[in-house]
């Protein structure tokens, strides 16, 4: 594990250490699933983060440059797992959680998996008749995400009402 930390943040308590492993391993994590290191990195510090963060400021305190924050940025932004926002008086941009990013994780997964849907319903009706085996592995996976949709959708709405009663801000 290869954790950066910025030795002129953080002092040498617990919590900062605590923190820093812990938005090192979200970095892990996140690429794991495809995602680039540092998009995870500034995931996991926006999860810590109660309120908005600037632009600057996670550059600095991820010991990464302004650019990568700014690509791992915009990536975030567009599966809907933090936002930009303005402050007013500054000229930089600032960041916060979105609201609900774990249903949004859960959706756009969601959404993926119904788009690959889509492509097996139109390979199933492109096929020729005496396709059965093909027919059949076809029939397998479009069950597979058929369901897989429904329980993450499920999920989602759960989710959703945790949160309007009040047992987690998802």
């Known amino acids: 594990m290869n954790i950066?930390?910025?030795q002129d943040?953080?002092?040498?308590?617990?919590q900062d250490l605590c923190r820093a492993r812990f938005i090192d391993r979200m970095g892990d994590h996140l690429e794991a699933e495809g995602m680039p290191r540092i998009a995870?990195?500034?995931f996991g510090l926006m999860i810590l983060e109660p309120g908005v963060v600037s632009f600057s400021d996670l550059a600095a305190r991820l010991c990464v440059s302004r650019a990568s924050i700014s690509t791992n940025a915009r990536l975030l932004e567009s599966k809907g797992l933090i936002v930009k926002v303005q402050?007013?008086?500054?000229?930089?941009?600032?960041f916060r959680l979105a609201d609900r990013p774990y249903v949004n994780m859960i959706?756009?997964?969601?959404?993926r998996m119904e788009e690959t849907q889509a492509s097996i319903i139109a390979a199933e009706a492109d096929l020729s008749p005496d396709a059965t085996a093909e027919r059949q592995r076809l029939e397998q996976a479009r069950a597979f995400f058929e369901t897989a949709v429904a329980s993450l959708n499920d999920l989602a709405a759960k989710l959703c009402q945790l949160?309007?009663?009040?047992?987690?801000k998802q």
């Open 4 to 6: 950066a930390i910025n």
């Open 9 to 14: 943040l953080v002092c040498a308590c617990p």
């Open 40 to 42: 995870g990195r500034l």
């Open 87 to 94: 402050v007013e008086g500054e000229r930089q941009d600032f």
């Open 107 to 111: 959706r756009g997964v969601a959404h």
């Open 163 to 168: 949160d309007e009663e009040g047992r987690g």
